[in-house]
């Protein structure tokens, strides 16, 4: 049994005409009381992170304006900067908790005096309601809470209206850290079915347009496809009251107005900038830029078993020697994230992930390989890439595609529209040969594994099947990682990986964001989203 207790503005004046509607609409401030102002290159597409084509982007909202019940601890990492520790939890709604002998069931005890922004008070009734939600909607979120675990409403019970009680289906290490992704927010239930219909029983189109949490942040403001206002919500009992009251996000496309707005202080905060930015904002000097490997993540040249060539495992392997990982590295990546080519052995020896692959850029071994197939004499296959994701895609393309050439694969290169990449990639999954990324919230390599190969998955993408790997994944998936068995299954999944390589790692990318000196209290989150909580501007601003 475990047993947790709580321990507990630039100026915009330069902005230019696209921020005075909303100039004019805020109140006037003092100077030292100016919102934090944060440039995004992606667009907000919906606050209810439970709603079907949500997009990443706006998994911030859940970050900021609703609950769970437990978050995750940080910790300082090697170069100074904070980042989540995904090995301890912390209370958020809930104060403490306790897990049954027999390890089925989780008791919560949820604080007494949080409330929701209308100042009805937060039940278990309302975490009730809320998860089974996130379990009975479909898609994405339903899979992430299936990832835990939880499956199904009858799982979930209100003791009381402060005691709240998951059985589960059965002992599983990724439950708890589960319940801290952006996934398990708490709604205002009451308010929520207030607003549902017999066609919408989830309210989805009200929360679409209207967050209804008791979080440190409300949504003042949502201009679709321009910005999004946050104003803090005074009452927050989950955490430290925010220092900031204020806090605009400015979606900006284009990275070179991005990277102006930084450089000049019309901006305090540029997330996710591409790495070349980030790299030559770091050698300017004049503004701080962390650089933070995603863990559990990485960007890959995919192989789809569906299409013939790829069905042979010495056609991926030589493909795999002839991608030329460093010029990549240095021309896509910018050096930026780890690079994930040239282990010296094809046996791991160590059970974690992503670990670099037994390959390095060698097209005599390539030639060799391919000479051994019935495609001695090359293929034609075109390389695909999504073009929301140009910034490093399309020159790591390039660069794949001179490569291929000299050993006789012929590509014409595919540029699919981000709006349609999801679809084509991972759910019809009907691309030949294609760069892809994904990056599992939960950091365990069994987790990685039951997403990206295993076929039928959303994130295979290669349509790869290998029957061992699958009764590692389904062996390790639920077991504690110091169970005895654990590591030596672990080591032989990725061995199997290293060797038929439906996947190429190229390298593991890192989320850039370029600051100005004023800001502290920047976190990194494996969700890849900004937490405004924890933000603060110190002295001059502007």
């Not at 900006?252 to 070349?276: C, H, M, W, Y």
């Not at 939960?442 to 959303?458: C, E, Q, R, S, V």
């Not at 290998?466 to 654990?486: F, H, K, W």
């Not at 032989?492 to 600051?515: F, G, H, Y």
Request: aromatic content about 10%; glycine content about 6%; overall charge negative.
């Amino acid at each position: 049994m475990d047993r947790r207790t709580f321990v507990k503005g630039a100026s915009l004046a330069t902005l230019g005409a696209g921020l005075l509607p909303l100039l004019k609409s805020l109140p006037v401030q003092a100077a030292s009381n100016r919102p934090l102002v944060v440039a995004l290159g992606a667009s907000i597409n919906s606050l209810d992170i439970h709603r079907s084509g949500t997009n990443r982007t706006s998994y911030q909202i859940a970050v900021n304006c609703y609950d769970r019940l437990v978050s995750f601890g940080t910790k300082t990492l090697a170069d100074g900067s904070v980042s989540y520790d995904y090995n301890t939890l912390v209370p958020e709604l809930a104060t403490e908790w306790e897990t049954a002998e027999d390890g089925l069931s989780i008791t919560f005890h949820l604080r007494q005096d949080a409330t929701f922004w209308d100042g009805k008070p937060v039940t278990a009734h309302d975490v009730k309601w809320s998860f089974d939600r996130a379990v009975s909607v479909g898609g994405f979120p339903t899979m992430q809470m299936k990832a835990g675990s939880l499956e199904k409403p009858e799982q979930f019970e209100a003791l009381d209206d402060h005691t709240f009680r998951i059985h589960l289906l059965h002992p599983s290490k990724l439950t708890r850290p589960d319940l801290a992704t952006p996934v398990p927010i708490v709604i205002n239930s009451v308010a929520a079915k207030a607003e549902a219909t017999e066609a919408d029983p989830w309210a989805t189109e009200f929360l679409h347009r209207t967050a209804l949490g008791s979080g440190a942040f409300k949504v003042q403001r949502w201009d679709v496809g321009q910005q999004l206002v946050y104003e803090r919500n005074d009452d927050w009992k989950c955490g430290p009251l925010p220092a900031l009251q204020r806090v605009v996000i400015r979606e900006l496309p284009s990275t070179s107005t991005r990277r102006a707005l930084i450089e000049r202080g019309d901006v305090n905060i540029s997330f996710d900038i591409p790495n070349k930015d980030a790299r030559e904002l770091e050698a300017g000097g004049k503004l701080k830029v962390v650089s933070t490997p995603i863990e559990n993540c990485l960007f890959v040249l995919a192989t789809n078993l569906d299409f013939e060539p790829f069905k042979d495992k010495r056609v991926r392997q030589a493909i795999a020697y002839a991608v030329p990982y460093a010029d990549i590295f240095r021309n896509a990546a910018y050096e930026r994230g780890l690079p994930m080519w040239g282990a010296q052995s094809a046996k791991p020896t160590e059970a974690v992930w992503p670990q670099p692959f037994p390959y390095a850029t060698d097209l005599d071994k390539a030639k060799a390989l391919l000479a051994e197939t019935d495609y001695k004499d090359g293929f034609e296959v075109p390389l695909s890439f999504d073009l929301g994701q140009a910034d490093w895609a399309e020159p790591t393309a390039l660069l794949i595609q001179q490569n291929l050439q000299r050993i006789g694969i012929r590509t014409t290169l595919n540029k699919v529209p981000g709006a349609n990449w999801r679809t084509v990639a991972l759910v019809e999954k009907k691309l030949p040969l294609h760069l892809e990324n994904f990056g599992g919230w939960l950091n365990t390599p069994d987790y990685y594994f039951y997403w990206a190969y295993l076929k039928g998955n959303l994130f295979n993408s290669s349509n790869y099947e290998n029957a061992e790997i699958r009764q590692l994944v389904e062996e390790t998936l639920y077991m504690e990682q110091d169970d005895p068995q654990y590591r030596p299954k672990i080591l032989r999944m990725i061995e199997i990986a290293m060797d038929d390589v439906p996947r190429i790692p190229l390298w593991q990318p890192s989320v850039n964001v370029a600051m100005r000196p004023e800001v502290q209290g920047y976190q990194y989150w494996f969700h890849r989203q900004l937490d405004i909580r924890p933000l603060t501007l110190e002295g001059r601003q502007g």
